[in-house]
C-alpha cells in the first residue's frame, strides 16, 4: 500500500496554449502541464503520465512537444516525474556505477542491453511506487478527480519502467509503449490486458528487431496496434507522438465522465 503524501506546485507559467506547474510530490519533483483555456468550467479531463527516456529529465524537449500535443491539442492534463536520478535529482553510487558500466559497453563496442535491462529493472522498482504515489495525488486535484480517466506514454526507458507501472496500477486504461527489450518486462507485459499501441525501428541497431516483436506479443492486451518504423533507434519518428495522442484520445475521451 502506498502513502498518502501531498502535491506541493513550485511555479507555475503558461504559454502556447499550456499551463506549466512544477511540483514535488513525496521529495519528488515533476511537472504537470494543463490546457490554458480548459474546455470545462472544473478544467476536468483525462490525465496523461508520461516517462522520459534514460538520460533526460522531466521538461525534455520530446516531453514539453508531447505535451502540448496532448494538453493543447487534446485537451488533456499531462504529468511526468524525474526518474530517480534524473533530471532534478540526485544520483546515487549505484547510479554512477550502471552509467559507468554502460559508457564502457558502448566505448568496448559491446551490447549494451543487458546493462540497461539492468539498470532500468532497477529504477522501475523505485519509480512505480513513486508513480502510484503522485497518482494519488494528482487525482485529489478538482481538474483532475478520483474517478478520471488515466493513460500512460512513454518510450524506450519510458516503456522499461512504464509497463511494471501499467501492470500494477488498474487506474490506468490505455498505453502507448515502444523501443525497449524485453527481457526484465515480459511477465508484466502477460498481466496488461489495457488497450496498447506499440512503435518499434525495423532497423534498430540497439534493440534487435526479434525482440520488440516478443515485447509486443507478450501483452495480452486483446486490442493492440504495432507501428513498425524504417530506421534506426534514433530514427524514432516525431509522427509517432500524433499517432499517440489519437490512440489516447480515442480510448480516454470516451470514458471520461462529465463533471460533476
Sequence with gaps: ????????????????????RDFTVGGVPGVLWSPAS??????????????HGGGA??????????ARLLTAGCGFHVAVL????????PRSAQDEADVAELRAAQAAGEPEGPVVVRYNARLAELAVPEWQVALDALQELPEIGADGPVGYFGIAM?????????AAEPRITAAV???MWPDALVEQ?????????FAMQWDDERIPREAALALFDAFASTEKTLHANAGKHFDFPR???????????????????SPA
Design 1 to 20: 500500500m502506498h502513502s498518502s503524501q501531498p502535491l506541493h506546485f513550485t511555479a507555475e507559467s503558461t504559454a502556447d496554449g499550456m499551463t506549466e
Design 38 to 51: 480548459p474546455a470545462t468550467d472544473t478544467g476536468r479531463a483525462p490525465l496523461v503520465l508520461m516517462g
Design 57 to 66: 529529465h522531466k521538461k525534455h524537449p520530446s516531453m514539453a512537444g508531447r
Design 82 to 89: 524525474d526518474a530517480p536520478g534524473h533530471g532534478g535529482r
Design 158 to 166: 519510458g516503456t522499461a519502467l512504464g509497463v511494471p507501472l501499467v
Design 177 to 179: 509503449f515502444g523501443l
Design 189 to 197: 507485459a502477460r498481466r496488461i490486458t489495457v488497450p496498447i499501441e
Design 239 to 257: 509522427s509517432e507522438a500524433d499517432s499517440a495522442a489519437r490512440f489516447l484520445t480515442r480510448h480516454l475521451a470516451r470514458t471520461a465522465t
